[in-house]
């Protein structure tokens, strides 16, 4: 009864906005910044509930707004093995935000503690972070207070002010007993990085230099760090890093506005780096963990190298290797895709003979599926993503004997990109490394990777409706199963075009219906995204 006291006491401090309603949602808790103290003093209770759970093992919290407005602010929890909080923890999470007050707030929790026969008093390890938003310091305050609570037997660890997948990468870390995955600290993610990276560049360094826009976000802070560890390898040109300013975090320029716009942010225009014919360059999101690369076909016309790309490129390279490894019969490489995936690079990636999955919306979706494969490839078509290795396919690459020296590189750059690669979460910055990898070792330029597939035009539209939530689907999100009638009347639209397709879904982040469409040509894709958009309505 001390520590309910405590927490009421110390909750007092965080009082719920009244005619708010909080919900934890596909990214977390997201809302304008000075909504959330209450939210993320709820949250800190939670993390511990969560990690008493597992025993104490430690437990994430992440404060972040992604890629939204810098007045925006969010909180996500992250799982023992760095993954997205289980799905069905994501009621509590809604049901601690919503607590009126610190009584009820208290009641809800020991209930909770209840229900699922937790033992308030066993010890538990959180490890927390945040972006470079003006709110996160308040909100991190609300997270301790919360945390402070408890006493003793909750150990917190603060890294600090760093990027979303070096906080998945620490989570994981603390957790592996092993010790096998890495040093869990920031440095031990730079270090276990650029040593991976150095491996599988080998003597084909010092790359052409690299103009990376930082959204004006954290990962110009992961970016500078980690550049100190590689010397002149691969040269970057951090672009839009201005952490201090006002206003600027992802204003103008990121993964999103590139993605989004299907542009070049203004900055990077400007810099006049990509003027040059074949010159790369890459967005990060606020929070470093979407990446997207372009490029000016010619020096002029702007081309975007998204997540679909990213993910054709970084699948038939890891087929290759496997393949010159000899392991074709025992390690299979597949790819996992949304909806949203440009219909072109599913129909390339499958005339490669790598099987495809489709999966519904959001990160752990994705994740989950891509742990079916030996080695899963998954990527949003917005530039969230990542590859996994199995545990099975790493065991089996560890005890291959190689007969020939091809063999032989072949099994250690897979083992390499293993660690290269963030096996925990997308982390735009690995992800970058990744790319670059297989560029040099293809010896390729941005035309080359581009020109494996022509995409689909495409059109996405947000469609504001009365009430989103009788909006449902089935089939990875591809059909609508209500309201009724609804998809017969998609279906009739989408035959009317050459190579069309078209699905609508309820967005998981905001009060909107979205409609995406394809189709052979620019005005066919106009035709029938308005067409949709009308059966919508
Ligand atoms: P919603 O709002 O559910 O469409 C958006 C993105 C997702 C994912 C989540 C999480 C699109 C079409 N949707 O989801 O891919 O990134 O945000 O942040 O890009
Ligand atoms: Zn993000």
């Known amino acids: 009864t001390q520590l309910f006291d405590r927490i009421a006491a110390a909750a007092k401090n965080y009082p719920k906005p009244a005619d708010v309603k909080f919900g934890y949602g596909t990214a977390g808790f997201r809302t304008l910044g000075k909504r959330l103290p209450s939210v993320i003093f709820s949250v800190g209770l939670l993390a511990v509930l969560r990690s008493q759970r597992f025993n104490g093992k430690a437990i994430g919290v992440m404060v972040t707004a992604s890629h939204n ?86 150990s917190t660890n603060n890294i600090g002010v760093t990027t979303t997948p070096i906080l998945h990468y620490v989570v994981k870390a603390t957790n592996d007993t092993t010790g096998e995955y890495g040093v869990p600290t920031i440095e031990g993610y730079q270090k276990k990085t650029a040593a991976a990276f150095k491996t599988l560049i080998g ?73 040059q014919p074949d010159n790369r360059g890459a967005s990060f999101d606020g929070d470093a963990d979407r990446l997207i690369y372009y490029y000016l076909k010619g020096g002029k016309t702007f081309r975007l190298l998204d997540g679909d790309k990213i993910a054709v490129l970084a699948a038939l390279f890891i087929g290759d290797l ?73 065991e089996t690459l560890k005890k291959t004997e190689p007969e020939s020296p091809d063999q032989d590189r072949a099994v250690k750059h897979l083992i390499a990109l293993s660690e290269l690669i963030n096996q925990a979460v997308g982390d735009a910055l690995s992800d970058l490394l990744l790319v670059e990898v297989v560029l040099a070792h293809r010896g390729w330029g941005a035309e080359e990777w581009d020109a494996g597939y022509e995409d689909l035009p495409n059109r996405l539209v947000k469609v504001e409706v009365p009430d989103r939530h009788i909006f449902h689907t089935t089939d990875a999100e591809r059909k609508l199963t209500s309201p009724a009638g609804l998809q017969a009347r998609i279906d009739e639209a ?44």
């Not at 500078?224 to 600027?248: C, M, R, S, W, Y």
């Not at 597949?334 to 440009?342: E, K, M, R, S």
């Not at 072109?344 to 752990?364: E, L, Q």
Request: glycine share 6%; charged share 20%; net charge negative.
């Open 322 to 394: 496997v393949t010159r490894a000899k392991l074709t019969d025992k390690i299979q490489v597949g790819v996992v895709q949304t909806a949203y995936a440009n219909g072109s690079s599913t129909k390339f990636i499958k005339s490669r003979n790598i099987p495809v999955t489709c999966t519904a919306t959001g990160v752990k979706h994705l994740h989950h599926a891509a742990l079916n494969y030996d080695i899963g490839v998954y990527f949003e078509a917005n530039g969230h993503g990542t590859v996994l290795f199995s545990d099975d396919a790493l």
């Open 69 to 154: 407005p810098e007045a925006d602010n969010g909180v996500k929890l992250v799982d023992p093995a760095g993954e997205m909080l289980e799905q069905s923890w994501e009621a509590y999470a809604t049901t601690l935000a919503n607590c009126a007050s610190p009584e009820e707030l208290v009641a809800a929790y020991k209930q909770l503690a209840e229900q699922l026969h937790i033992n308030i008093g066993a010890p538990a390890s959180v490890v927390y972070a945040a972006d470079t938003r003006p709110s996160s310091p308040e909100l991190i305050k609300a997270l301790e207070a919360a945390l402070a609570a408890f006493g003793d037997h909750v």
């Open 494 to 537: 989408v035959l009317k075009v050459e190579q069309g397709r078209s699905f609508v879904r309820p967005s998981g982040t905001e009060d909107c219906v979205r409609v995406y469409a394809e189709a052979a040509t620019s005005s066919a894709v106009d035709t029938l995204a308005a067409a949709v958009t009308d059966i919508v309505k």
């Open 203 to 275: 003597n084909r360094g010092p790359l052409k230099p690299l103009p990376v826009d930082c959204a004006n976000g954290v990962g110009a802070l992961s970016l500078a760090d980690f550049a100190k560890h590689i010397g002149d390898l691969l040269p970057f040109k951090p672009l839009n890093t201005q952490l201090n300013k006002e206003g600027v975090l992802n204003y103008q320029c990121g993964a999103d506005y590139v993605k989004t716009k299907q542009q070049l942010p203004p900055s990077v225009a400007e810099s006049g780096l990509l003027n």
